[in-house]
C-alpha cells in the first residue's frame, strides 16, 4: 500500500481537468499589448500597431494564442529590408531565417511625396520637369515588435499561466 495514494491521485485528477483557455488568454493579450507597445512611436500612422490582434485557438486538449498583423509590410518592419536591413537588425528571432536583398532600389516617384522621402531620407530622382521620377533607398533598419514582446515577456507569460493553475487547483 502506498502511503498518500488517495490524495495523490485526487491532485492528478484535478491537474488534468486543469482549463488553460483563460490563462493563455490573458497571456497572449499581455504580449498583444507588449507588441502593441513596441511599434507605437516607430510607426508615423499608426496603422501597423493597430492592426496587432491576439487569438486563441483549440485544437483537442492543446490550447494556442497567436499575436499577429495582418498587414503585408508588417515582415519588412520586422526583419527590415536591403542592405540596411542586413546590416541593422538586432533584436529580430534568432530562429528566424531571412534573406535580404543586396541592392538598392527606386521607389516609384508618385509613392509618396517628396517631403515624406526627403523626411525619410531618401534620395531623389528628378524627371526632366523636375518632378519625382523617383526615390532611392537602400532599405530600412529592422524594427522588431513581435518578437520581442514574447522575449522580452515570457516570465510574465509563465506567472499568468502558473497563476490561472493555481486558481483552478
Same mark, same amino acid.
Given at each position: 500500500?502506498?502511503?498518500?495514494?488517495?490524495?495523490?491521485?485526487?491532485?492528478?485528477?484535478?491537474?488534468?481537468?486543469?482549463?488553460?483557455?483563460?490563462?493563455?488568454?490573458?497571456?497572449?493579450?499581455?504580449?498583444?499589448?507588449?507588441?502593441?507597445?513596441?511599434?507605437?512611436?516607430?510607426?508615423?500612422?499608426?496603422?501597423?500597431?493597430?492592426?496587432?490582434?491576439?487569438?486563441?485557438?483549440?485544437?483537442?486538449?492543446?490550447?494556442?494564442?497567436?499575436?499577429?498583423?495582418?498587414? =503585408?509590410?508588417?515582415?519588412?518592419?520586422?526583419? /527590415?529590408?536591403?542592405?540596411? %536591413? *542586413? +546590416?541593422?537588425?538586432?533584436?529580430?528571432? #534568432?530562429?528566424?531565417?531571412?534573406?535580404?536583398?543586396?541592392?538598392?532600389?527606386?521607389?516609384?516617384?508618385?509613392?509618396?511625396?517628396?517631403?515624406?522621402?526627403?523626411?525619410?531620407?531618401?534620395?531623389?530622382? =528628378?524627371?526632366?520637369?523636375?518632378?519625382?521620377? /523617383?526615390?532611392?533607398?537602400? %532599405? *530600412? +533598419?529592422?524594427?522588431?515588435?513581435?518578437? #520581442?514582446?514574447?522575449?522580452?515577456?515570457?516570465?510574465?507569460?509563465?506567472?499568468?499561466?502558473?497563476?490561472?493553475?493555481?486558481?483552478?487547483?
Amino acid at each position: 500500500m502506498i502511503v498518500g495514494y488517495k490524495k495523490l491521485e485526487s491532485k492528478l485528477d484535478k491537474i488534468s481537468k486543469v482549463d488553460l483557455r483563460k490563462g493563455v488568454g490573458k497571456a497572449i493579450q499581455h504580449i498583444q499589448g507588449a507588441a502593441k507597445g513596441n511599434c507605437a512611436f516607430k510607426q508615423a500612422t499608426g496603422e501597423l500597431r493597430e492592426s496587432i490582434y491576439s487569438s486563441l485557438e483549440e485544437d483537442g486538449d492543446a490550447v494556442r494564442g497567436t499575436c499577429y498583423t495582418n498587414k =503585408e509590410y508588417a515582415p519588412y518592419v520586422e526583419f /527590415g529590408t536591403g542592405p540596411v %536591413g *542586413q +546590416a541593422n537588425h538586432e533584436g529580430i528571432s #534568432p530562429d528566424t531565417t531571412y534573406a535580404w536583398g543586396q541592392t538598392g532600389w527606386m521607389i516609384p516617384g508618385d509613392a509618396m511625396s517628396r517631403e515624406k522621402a526627403e523626411r525619410y531620407g531618401l534620395g531623389v530622382v =528628378e524627371g526632366k520637369d523636375e518632378k519625382p521620377k /523617383g526615390y532611392l533607398t537602400n %532599405g *530600412q +533598419a529592422a524594427q522588431p515588435f513581435l518578437y #520581442p514582446a514574447l522575449k522580452d515577456h515570457e516570465d510574465e507569460v509563465a506567472d499568468i499561466l502558473a497563476d490561472q493553475i493555481r486558481r483552478q487547483l
